[in-house]
Every structure is written in C-alpha cells, then in structure tokens.
C-alpha cells in the first residue's frame, strides 16, 4: 500500500461526459502528480502541483483541468470525452519537489469511454 | 528532450534464475536521476530502484540490481532468484534535475516478464 488513495477505481461513461477523479496523497506529501496510461501513448505526464499551486504541465488537453485543494488532495476534470481518453490515470505524490524525492503511485482510475 | 527506450517488449525467466532488462535513455543533461517500476497485474505502480546519475555505485535492493553505464547511457535492472511474485511490466524512468522538468517522471514503454515455474 502506496499510501496514496485515488478514487473511483473504475469509471464509465460516455462520450461528451464529465469525469472528475480525485486523489488523496500520502500523509505529509505536499506534491502531487497526474499521469494517463494509454495503450498507444504509454504512461505520460500531465501535471503537478505542489501545496496548492501547479507547478508544471506536460502533455494536458485543454479539456482536462486539475487543482490542489488547502487539504492537499487533488482532482482531475476531464471534460467533453472522447474515446481516445480511455485509459488509466495514476495520481503519484511525493514530499516535496526535490528530484530524489521518489513519486508514490496510487492504485489508478481506470476511465472507459463507452 | 529527453527519452527513454526499453527495446525488450518481453521477456521470460526460470522460477530462480536471473534476467535482465534493458533501459538506455537520451539525454544531454550531467545529472538526473534514474528508476525501475514493476506494474503487476493488480496494475500499482510500485518503485524498485532509484539510481542517481552523479554516483558512481550501482543502486542494490535486496534481489534487484541495476547496471548504470553513464557513457552508454545504459541503465539496466538485473533481478536475481526470480520469483513468481516478480511477474510484471516493468518501466525505467528519468527524472532531470533542471526547471520545470524536474517535475516529471519520462517513462519508456514497458518490458513485460513472466516467470515460469
């Protein structure tokens, strides 16, 4: 057990639907990160935040939004969807911004596009 | 922009035996820092072994091994006394040290490892 809580495990739903999964960090962790596992783009970054403030964005659709809350847990919006958002999405969290802080991973949501 | 590559989509080893999985990256950074995830079927992601690029040693967890060869850009996990348990995909990661990037995991494709009894 990473520590780190994501729900739900699995979502369905259909195409132009809003999704919101959310993520509680391991206790003390500050920085929170959002990946999306595909099968044709791999696991890849889309963003993290840290205390409250995002600090960095990667390969994030402009239909996805996140945020941090003052409790420190985080959600991610996905919004109008499409088939290709199908996929598993991993919040990790670790203590701090430090590079040799390792990322904690939770156990996924897995999204289904019907 | 930095990638990772693992040329091994597959591999299988003995109940006991060692294997080997491949990771070479491409960077034109001094210092980061490098990691093994395993992905069972229960799909976590569960952290093996971290590697930063400044020492020298390689990293050692108790059955998993890493060789890091800096000049080749070579960053390979060696597990030792296969067990069942170790069944899984496992992905080699970067993580860089400078700006915003310091942010992200890179992750390379997976290499997928049954081990037969």
């Known amino acids: 057990d990473s520590g780190v809580t994501q729900t739900p495990k699995h979502l369905i739903t259909a195409t132009g639907q809003r999704v919101t999964l959310r993520c509680s960090p391991r206790?003390?962790?500050?920085?929170v990160y959002w990946y999306q596992q595909s099968l044709d783009q791999g696991l890849q970054f889309l963003i993290h935040y840290y205390n409250g403030e995002e600090r960095a964005k990667g390969n994030i659709l402009e239909r996805f939004s996140a945020q941090q809350f003052p409790d420190l847990h985080s959600e991610l919006n996905l919004s109008s969807l499409e088939l290709g958002d199908s996929a598993l999405y991993f919040c990790a969290s670790s203590v701090d911004t430090r590079p040799n802080q390792p990322q904690h991973f939770g156990d996924g949501t897995r999204l289904s596009i019907l | 922009a930095q990638t990772v590559t693992q040329s091994q989509p597959e591999m299988s080893v003995q109940e006991a035996e060692t294997v080997t999985l491949s990771c070479t990256y491409d960077t034109s950074e001094s210092d980061y820092y490098l990691f093994w995830y395993k992905q069972p079927p229960s799909r976590q992601m569960i952290l093996v072994i971290r590697?930063?690029?400044?020492?020298?040693q390689n990293a050692t967890e108790n059955r998993f091994s890493v060789n890091f060869q800096k000049a080749a850009k070579s960053f390979s996990l060696k597990i030792s006394d296969s067990q069942l348990g170790d069944a899984a995909m496992y992905f080699c990661a970067y993580r860089s040290l400078y700006g915003g990037a310091t942010n992200k995991l890179i992750f390379g494709t997976g290499t997928l490892l049954a081990v037969q009894p």
């Open positions: 590697q930063e690029a400044y020492k020298q």
């Open positions: 206790s003390g962790d500050l920085s």
